[in-house]
């Protein structure tokens, strides 16, 4: 019932602008939504608790798909784009992932929609050739008009210096060090919600494809919760980890469930399945692991020795 108050009021929103809570409390009874006795209080309660809605401060509720608008979200590609089927985005376009996985899926403006598979492979889907043609490192921009995704290179790279960016540094490193309730989200749900509260102090911040967030915040290797740290199989006096990035929740869950099944230790078995699946794949390119397991075998190689081996490019 929460998604769908919170769908229905971001409908609202969407067509009126942003409204009060007992605004929408009214439209909400009015659809037969919620038999509360004060709707306005369960209109409050689900849309705090969404990502892809904000409080103004004047208590009015805002939707990320109307702040969006127009709005442009870059990402640095890791590998070249040609023939992709999938992206895999990163921290940098959180916002936008939240709202995808809210929505189930986003209309392109060349034709198809774009889908998200966040808690299997975190991977975005599209229509074949969704994504431009760009060689690795390039960047891209993401841009939600009018509910429609447009995603075009950028083609001059935007400066980590300029002024514009200097004010989206700011502005997200002020709200990151609050303290009102941010470190309780996920980290991957941190940078949505604080990108949420800096369009809604400067509605065009965006405007302008500026450098990605984690460029900007210089986040490096980090990614915003979604490492996982096991134990080594060789347990060394120094306690060491494997640490693994971006594993979906579901994968998680299975390995602890076969490791239990097995009676091994967690690192016993993940050390284990990455030497099987090192001798399975060909190295990926910049260590990218997840096109290594997503993408389909290409043709077969021959060896010197006659043994044909699938590759994982």
């Given at each position: 019932m929460s998604k769908r108050i919170v769908t229905f009021c971001a409908d609202q929103i969407n067509a009126s602008g942003p409204l009060t809570p007992d605004d929408l409390g009214?439209?909400?009874?009015?659809?037969?939504?919620?038999?509360?006795?004060?709707?306005?209080?369960?209109?409050?309660?689900?849309?705090?608790?969404?990502?892809?809605?904000?409080?103004?401060?004047?208590?009015?509720?805002?939707?990320?798909?109307?702040?969006?608008?127009?709005?442009?979200?870059?990402?640095?590609?890791?590998y070249a784009t040609k023939g992709r089927p999938i992206l895999f985005a990163g921290p940098e376009l959180a916002l936008l992932d939240q709202l995808l996985v809210h929505e189930?899926?986003?209309?392109?403006?060349?034709?198809?929609?774009?889908?998200?598979?966040?808690?299997?492979?975190?991977?975005?889907?599209?229509?074949?050739?969704?994504?431009?043609?760009?060689?690795?490192?390039?960047?891209?921009?993401?841009?939600?008009?009018?509910?429609?995704?447009?995603?075009?290179?950028?083609?001059?790279?935007?400066?980590?210096?300029?002024?514009?960016?200097?004010?989206?540094?700011?502005l997200l490193r002020r709200y990151l060090r609050s303290d009102d309730g941010l470190s309780q989200r996920q980290s991957q749900f941190t940078l949505g919600a604080v990108m949420l509260r800096a369009l809604a102090e400067i509605p065009d911040l965006l405007i302008e494809p500026l450098p990605p967030l984690d460029e900007v915040l210089q986040l490096g290797s980090e990614r915003w919760g979604r490492?996982?740290?096991?134990?080594?199989?060789?347990?060394?006096?120094?306690?060491?980890?494997?640490?693994?990035?971006?594993?979906?929740?579901?994968?998680?869950?299975?390995?602890?469930?076969?490791?239990?099944?097995?009676?091994?230790?967690?690192?016993?078995?993940t050390v284990l399945l990455l030497s099987a699946a090192t001798y399975r794949t060909a190295m990926p390119c910049r260590h990218d692991t997840?096109?290594?397991?997503?993408?389909?075998?290409?043709?077969?190689?021959?060896?010197?020795?006659?043994?044909?081996e699938p590759s994982y490019q």
């Open positions: 009214a439209r909400v009874a009015g659809a037969g939504l919620t038999k509360s006795g004060n709707p306005a209080a369960s209109v409050r309660t689900a849309l705090r608790q969404s990502p892809v809605m904000v409080q103004l401060p004047d208590g009015r509720f805002d939707s990320a798909r109307r702040m969006l608008d127009g709005a442009a979200l870059t990402h640095r590609v890791r189930g899926s986003l209309p392109l403006s060349t034709g198809g929609a774009i889908s998200s598979s966040y808690g299997e492979f975190g991977g975005w889907h599209g229509p074949p050739d969704w994504l431009p043609d760009v060689r690795a490192d390039a960047l891209l921009a993401f841009r939600l008009r009018n509910g429609y995704v447009s995603i075009e290179p950028v083609l001059d790279e935007p400066s980590l210096s300029s002024p514009a960016t200097e004010r989206l540094r700011v490492g996982w740290a096991v134990e080594a199989a060789d347990t060394a006096p120094s306690g060491q980890q494997v640490v693994l990035e971006d594993l979906p929740a579901g994968l998680v869950s299975a390995l602890h469930r076969d490791a239990r099944n097995l009676g091994l230790s967690l690192g016993e078995l997840e096109a290594a397991w997503l993408s389909a075998p290409a043709t077969g190689r021959a060896f010197s020795g006659g043994l044909v």
